[in-house]
């Protein structure tokens, strides 16, 4: 059974180029989500997914970001005219939503280096 | 709105020592409580969880927290620390309804470094 995993693992790209993530959660999972890790900060919350369904959407996303899970698969972050604000380490996590709640297992992060 | 406070950014202790690591919750109902591990540039890798039935959880590793309803706590320890334990701990909150169903999203407390000495 293999974990979460995530492509590229690192990313660096000059400030106003556009960036796309993949992530492939464990299978059968029908929950997904993206969180985003700035140095020295816990993760924070920007998205997630039932199956292909959008649930939630944090402040935190800007009208640049875009997160799509088509046929309730893999799923990408899209980030459009990066800044350097946006640098930071995207971390994408899937579960098996039962019942009253699920236990999210991570993957490896990619790291984005915006200069 | 829940919150997660992690007192003291960095702990340092000896090989053998033991290790308290402090997590404490704001939540206007009963939470879903986890901790993760963190080592360098990889992702998170949960410890344990408490979903509101036993209070006292045993993770991997040897690690357990208690959750203390009175005190909004979920502090973890363990007995006695080793090299490999050297790592950044983080302690997050799930919150729920008044029906105890979790709402799924995590949010993440800021994070303790535990150094681990020889």
């Known amino acids: 059974d293999t974990g979460v995993s995530q492509d590229p693992r690192h990313k660096i790209t000059k400030r106003g180029q556009n960036v796309t993530f993949r992530c492939d959660p464990i299978?059968?999972?029908?929950?997904l989500y993206w969180y985003r890790q700035t140095l020295g900060q816990g993760p924070e919350f920007l998205t997630y997914?039932?199956?292909?369904?959008?649930?939630?959407k944090s402040r935190l996303l800007s009208d640049r970001f875009s997160a799509e899970r088509p046929k309730g698969s893999f799923s990408t972050l899209e980030i459009q005219r990066t800044e350097q604000g946006d640098s930071a380490m995207y971390l994408c996590?899937?579960?098996?939503?039962?019942?009253?709640?699920?236990?999210?297992?991570f993957g490896p992060g990619t790291r984005l280096t915006v200069l | 709105a829940q919150s997660v406070t992690q007192l003291g950014s960095h702990v340092s202790v000896s090989e053998g020592a033991l290790v308290l690591l402090r997590c404490n919750y704001s939540?206007?109902?009963?939470?879903?409580l986890f901790w993760y591990v963190q080592y360098p540039n990889q992702g998170l890798q949960l410890l344990l969880k408490?979903?509101?039935?036993?209070?006292l959880v045993k993770g991997i590793n040897g690690f357990e927290a208690e959750f203390k309803k009175s005190e909004t706590s979920f502090h973890l320890t363990k007995p006695s620390a080793h090299m490999s334990d050297a790592a950044e701990y983080f302690c997050?909150?799930?919150?729920?309804?008044?029906?105890?169903?979790?709402?799924?999203?995590?949010?993440f407390g800021q994070g303790t470094i535990l150094t681990v000495h020889p």
């Open positions: 997914f039932q199956n292909e369904a959008q649930l939630e």
């Open positions: 997050a909150v799930s919150e729920s309804n008044a029906g105890g169903t979790s709402y799924g999203k995590l949010t």
């Open positions: 299978s059968e999972h029908n929950r």
């Open positions: 408490y979903t509101s039935a036993a209070t």
């Open positions: 996590a899937s579960s098996l939503r039962r019942q009253s709640t699920d236990t999210q297992y």
């Open positions: 939540s206007s109902v009963p939470p879903y």
